[in-house]
């Protein structure tokens, strides 16, 4: 454990992660040394922030644009928010100088109580840890469901107890930056190409990805999918005890989905847990991939399985996640804006059953989409593209034998809604599955997903 009180450490970034990471150092004792690349840092609001959290008396200090080589003297950690990549030059910088360089989970775990059950992977992460919060709250009295999930982990560590379930959703940035995070139960949904422009290669992605598990044992449990060559030859060298899902193959151990039912089998006897049918509310393979990895964390966190299905078959979808949003005209309007690259937007795909028009396209992580336009099969009657990638799709999309008099480009969002409206007609469904990140045109995807809910219900019949 680093020692920090009265001891500097630097903070690098200003959005929730940082600020909580300064606020929970301060409460420590420690000095923060908060510093933001961008110059247009409104160091103010930051400032208001932390007089919010810590009073006006705070004693962090703030720094913006080019790094102050000079405030690395005397420093022994600096805590990264997610977004900030570990071979920035400066992060570099202060590795040569012998800082230690911790991720905002770390810190947060070398404060907090109690036990961990993380959940990464490319998709599904939101959902899932959802779902295993939603679990955790019905049958334990002291949960908090934290990480990349949007609640600062800095900010429930001081309020755990060594009875406290927390259950967090872990990005691949954060992952890159543990040292003794050890969750109990882990949960490796699936790994395919995204962040690659971060990452670089497919091999550095998948090791981000498997560094969950890094300091688990065989008393721990790793929830893998069978069905994803990453997580399925992982499970052969993981070090804690393995627990697969199926979507496709009955398996002699393990969860599997075989004719509308999900299964749990153990030493080749299956048992019937539920059908996704009528005993879910959530739609597509990719939910039942879902809820099965949930089913298998929560179990192996001693939940009961009469519990934990009873909370599974009153869970609702994550906003945002194809989401039912109304019919309009008889059209059917679905927001899938977190498929932020292309196996969420496939997933998006595969969950509809009629004719779809489809608004596709946003910014640019260095991803190809011949495996996203293949997933169309037919389903996709009209490809509404918008920003930084349309083009990019659209080439795509002809190479693939996607028919160019169906692709139609917009400049605005609004425009590429009314382009849908007046495209769509009673028995369709308008989809929006960007398998792109929302930058340059919104701040978020939550934001993009507000937008397009809010043109849906404006809509007139």
């Known amino acids: 454990m680093i020692e920090v009180k009265d001891k500097r450490v630097i903070v690098v970034g200003t959005g929730k992660s940082g600020i909580g990471s300064a606020v929970l150092l301060e409460k420590n004792g420690a000095v923060p040394v908060i510093y933001d690349g961008n110059e247009q840092t409104d160091t103010g609001a930051v400032r208001a922030q932390l007089c919010e959290k810590l009073g006006c008396d705070t004693r962090a200090k703030i720094y913006t644009g080019a790094f102050p080589r000079e405030i690395t003297a005397g420093i022994e950690l600096a805590v990264l928010s997610p977004g900030v990549p570990v071979d920035a030059e400066f992060v570099v910088y202060m590795k040569e100088q012998g800082i230690h360089i911790w991720g905002e989970v770390e810190l947060a775990y070398h404060f907090a109580r109690g036990r961990v059950l993380a959940i990464t992977g490319t998709n599904g992460k939101t959902t899932t840890t959802s779902l295993v919060g939603q679990i955790m709250q ?25 009875d406290t379930v927390s259950v967090a959703e872990i990005s691949s940035f954060q992952l890159e930056t543990i040292e003794d995070f050890h969750p109990q139960v882990s ?15 497919m ?27 990453y997580t399925r030859a992982f499970g052969c060298r993981c070090p804690a005890s393995v627990v697969y899902f199926s979507s496709a193959q009955k398996l002699e151990d393990g969860l599997y989905y075989e004719g509308d039912e999900i299964f749990l089998a153990r030493h080749g ?111 996709v009657k009209k490809l509404v593209l918008i920003g930084q990638t349309r083009e990019k799709i659209a080439e795509c999309a002809v190479n ?50 507000c937008q397009f809910k809010a043109y849906v219900k404006g809509i007139k019949e």
Not at 138 to 162: C, H, K, Q
Not at 414 to 439: F, H, I, K, M, Q
Request: glycine share 8%; with cysteine; hydrophobic share 40%.
């Open 138 to 162: 019905e049958y334990f009295d002291s949960v908090y469901i934290v990480g990349n999930i949007g609640n600062p982990y800095t900010d429930a560590a001081p309020l755990m107890r060594e």
């Open 187 to 201: 949960a490796i949904l699936n790994i395919t190409p995204d962040h690659l422009n971060r990452h670089h290669t």
């Open 203 to 229: 091999e550095n992605y998948a090791a981000a990805k498997e560094a969950v598990t890094m300091n688990q044992t065989k008393e721990d449990f790793c929830i893998l999918n069978y069905e994803n060559d």
């Open 269 to 379: 006897v299956s048992q019937r847990l539920l059908n996704v049918k009528t005993d879910m509310n959530l739609v597509g393979v990719c939910n039942i991939e879902n809820v099965m990895a949930a089913i298998g964390v929560s179990m192996c966190a001693g939940v009961p399985m009469n519990h934990i299905l009873d909370t599974v078959k009153r869970f609702v979808a994550v906003e945002h996640r194809i989401e039912y949003v109304a019919v309009k005209r008889g059209v059917v309007y679905y927001n899938d804006s977190k498929a932020t690259n292309t196996d969420a937007a496939i997933q998006g795909i595969r969950a509809m059953d009629r004719p779809t028009v489809l608004i596709g396209g946003g910014y640019d992580k260095g991803s190809t989409y011949d495996d996203w336009i293949r997933s169309f099969d037919g389903k």
């Open 400 to 449: 693939c034998g996607f028919d160019q008099r169906d692709i139609l480009f917009a400049d605005t969002f609004d425009e590429a809604l009314e382009t849908c409206v007046r495209e769509s007609e009673a028995g369709d469904a308008v989809l929006l599955s960007p398998a792109c990140a929302s930058w340059g045109m919104f701040p978020n995807y939550e934001v993009r997903g």
